[in-house]
């Protein structure tokens, strides 16, 4: 048998351990068990997927963070007597066996029960007892136990399983219809008295059984008091924590993230580049973190020297001679839209009021696509402070010119066409320019700021393309590094007390450990890295809609068209929030711990960019999060609609050649 060890490692650390399972005797004893041993043969290359699988007679071995997440919340410790109901191909009993002193499991397939029993004997684990039979009414000659854990889902608590709990026991177990099951923890205060907490929303098959379902899904007759109530939807729950948001031009909309404003940096996500909601009630809440909180950085997901333009014009700074006008690239109307152009208008009558330059708003850019504008831009920089140096840099960007328009093609040239590579070149440029900092900045700090994070991105840019032909995740690794590179250099350049605002998509802001980004494909992000960066002082926040429009194109470097988003599907985190009913709010998931924890079983969640593809939405644009765990907060928005592109009928006769958007 080929060797797993490697696989069950990366399994409890991508699907366990960075979910947020914490207990040190979990994790070992997940590292211990060899999962391949309890699926289905000609199933073991499967054994460490991110999912439950058939093991016959119409059951599953659940999937591994389920079996992990059950396990921690059951408190099982060792020296302690279990039961398990349920117990399938006999892995989570396995699990359980390597931490406990006893382990007592149930199953009711004979043949699933033989099959489990040949494994624990193969694999010398002697503390399992196992027997056929209906587990729902418990082991009572073995009772009591420390934990009870029940892999299959209930139409309510068996009372017979609560009283086989000692006291100071843990009872966890499914409850609810096959589509709406909840995890309950239930903990034995005292003889009468019982503690119960919802813990997830989970899909398990059926407990058949006298407290349980008859076969055909029906309850059984025993099965609980009439009337017991299983909780509310979840749903129910997210409706009673939102704070409904009054109209986004509503002056009171954006003071409920007051309770953000002490934070370095608030990022503010999106879940699709071309929403109009999105910009401006990212827009709202900026102004008002800006104008009565001291943030002074606005950072967004654009190129630096793009949104150098705009700074330069916000800030009432010259304009740069000779410079392109910003925004030319594709996707235009990620930033060429009426909403950024107003919210670009009101940054600058803003700024006018403020006499302080320190005190004055910027808005930069965090990305790393417009290469030659960067390289532009040093060299213009250069030539007004040091000319001789403006040759030399000339010479090292020089390497880079054949493939100025077409980056993309540049990494397969090098790698495949032996073209000369221009690292050391633009490397060399980046170190002296930094340097000879104290020199350059006494002439002007602010222009030396921006030659030196355009030299910097030349630098990451040309590592990003090289890299970017392999494929895998580290050229998406690289960007987000330089975009929070970037955060961390804007500031310091503005001072120990400086604020951020960020706003860049929900895949770049949202923690990508728990999401598919970072569990299965090795993927990181600006969230992530000021979650590790700054701790608590961080604060991500997520947006998301049902349906609506968004302006997006069918492919890379298409036109903008303007597209219907589809209803939310029924399996996604954005479908339970349209189920509450209230149009817009502001969901903290901090604050309701029940909430929290029902939550952060994995769902799917939307995520658009530039591209929709409605047609393979599933495919294309849906990915597994856990969003009480990837984000601090949630901005709903049930219905939105695409932003509007700024057109010819934009243009401003009589605008300073500067205006970024007059051209
Ligand atoms: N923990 C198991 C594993 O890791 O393989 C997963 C088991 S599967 C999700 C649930 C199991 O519960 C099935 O094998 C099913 O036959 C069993 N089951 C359902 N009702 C039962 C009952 N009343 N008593 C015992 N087993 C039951």
Redesign the pocket.
């Known amino acids: 048998m080929p060797d797993f060890s490697y696989a069950r490692e990366r399994m409890v650390e991508m699907q366990i351990a960075r979910r947020g399972v914490r207990d040190a005797f979990v994790l070992d004893a997940m590292r211990r068990v060899p999962r391949e041993a309890?699926v289905e043969p000609g199933f073991e290359e499967f054994a460490y997927e991110d999912s439950?699988l058939p093991?016959g007679?119409g059951?599953?071995?659940?999937q591994p963070y389920v079996?992990a997440f059950m396990i921690e919340a059951a408190e099982v410790k060792p020296g302690e007597r279990v039961l398990?109901?349920?117990?399938?191909?006999?892995?989570?009993?396995a699990v359980m066996s390597r931490i406990a002193g006893k382990v007592y499991a149930?199953?009711?397939?004979e043949a699933?029960a033989k099959a489990a029993q040949r494994r624990f004997e193969e694999l010398g684990y002697d503390n399992i007892e196992l027997r056929v039979?209906?587990?729902?009414r418990g082991w009572p000659e073995a009772a009591p136990f420390d934990a009870i854990l029940v892999?299959?889902g209930a139409p309510g608590v068996p009372e017979a399983l609560k009283e086989r709990l000692a006291i100071g026991g843990r009872l966890v177990i499914p409850v609810g219809e096959e589509a709406s099951q909840t995890l309950l923890r239930i903990t034995r205060k005292g003889a009468a008295s019982y503690e119960e907490e919802s813990l997830a929303g989970v899909a398990?098959?059926?407990?058949?059984?006298e407290q349980?379902w008859v076969e055909d899904g029906r309850r059984s007759a025993s099965n609980h008091l009439p009337g017991q109530s299983r909780g509310r939807t979840l749903p129910e729950m997210i409706a009673a924590a939102a704070e409904p948001l009054p109209a986004i031009d509503d002056p009171a909309f954006a003071e409920p993230f007051d309770r953000f404003a002490n934070r370095r940096v608030v990022l503010l996500g999106e879940a699709s580049h071309g929403t109009s909601e999105f910009y401006r009630a990212r827009a709202a809440i900026a102004r008002r973190l800006i104008e009565r909180h001291g943030f002074t950085i606005l950072a967004v997901e654009a190129d630096w020297p793009d949104a150098a333009a705009i700074d330069r014009y916000v800030r009432h700074r010259p304009a740069r001679k000779r410079a392109e006008p910003p925004f030319q690239r594709f996707p235009t109307w990620m930033w060429r839209n009426t909403d950024v152009a107003a919210f670009v208008d009101w940054l600058r009558a803003r700024n006018e009021n403020v006499p302080e330059p320190e005190r004055r708003a910027g808005f930069y850019g965090l990305d790393i696509y417009n290469m030659s504008g960067s390289i532009a831009a040093v060299l213009d920089y250069l030539d007004k402070v040091d000319p001789e140096a403006a040759r030399v840099a000339r010479e090292r960007y020089g390497c880079l010119t054949p493939w100025q328009r077409e980056p993309s093609t540049y990494g397969r040239a090098v790698l495949t066409g032996g073209y000369r590579k221009c690292e050391q070149a633009v490397i060399e440029q980046c170190q002296e320019l930094l340097r000879r900092r104290l020199e350059y900045a006494a002439q002007d700090g602010e222009s030396f700021l921006d030659a030196a994070q355009n030299a910097r991105l030349v630098a990451s840019a040309e590592r990003y393309y090289r890299i970017m032909y392999y494929g895998g995740p580290d050229s998406w690794n690289l960007r987000d590094t330089h975009m929070f590179e970037t955060l961390e250099h804007l500031l310091e350049a503005r001072g120990p007390g400086s604020k951020a605002i960020v706003w860049a998509h929900n895949s770049h802001i949202g923690d990508a450990r728990y999401t598919d980004m970072g569990v299965m494909r090795e993927e990181l992000n600006i969230g992530q890295l000021c979650r590790e960066r700054f701790g608590g002082e961080a604060a991500l926040i997520g947006f998301g809609t049902h349906t609506g429009t968004v302006a997006a194109a069918s492919d890379w470097d298409g036109d903008m068209e303007v597209k219907r988003v589809r209803p939310s599907r029924p399996d996604s985190y954005e479908r339970l929030c349209h189920d509450t009913g209230v149009p817009s709010f502001l969901l903290d998931l901090n604050r309701d711990q029940a909430l929290r924890r029902r939550l952060l079983e994995p769902r799917l969640e939307r995520f658009i960019g530039v591209i929709y593809r409605p047609e393979s939405e599933l495919m294309s644009h849906y990915a597994e999060a856990s969003l009480p765990q990837q984000f601090d907060a949630y901005v709903w928005f049930d219905a939105t609609a695409a932003v509007t592109p700024l057109g010819p009928e934009h243009a401003r006769p009589g605008a300073p050649e500067t205006y970024p958007f007059g051209l």
Request: charged fraction near 15%; aromatic fraction near 8%.
């Open positions: 309890f439950p093991i007679e059951q599953t071995i659940s079996v398990e109901v349920g117990a399938g191909s006999g892995y989570a009993a149930i199953e009711r397939h699933l039979g209906d587990g729902s892999a299959a398990f098959v059926p407990l058949i059984g349980g």
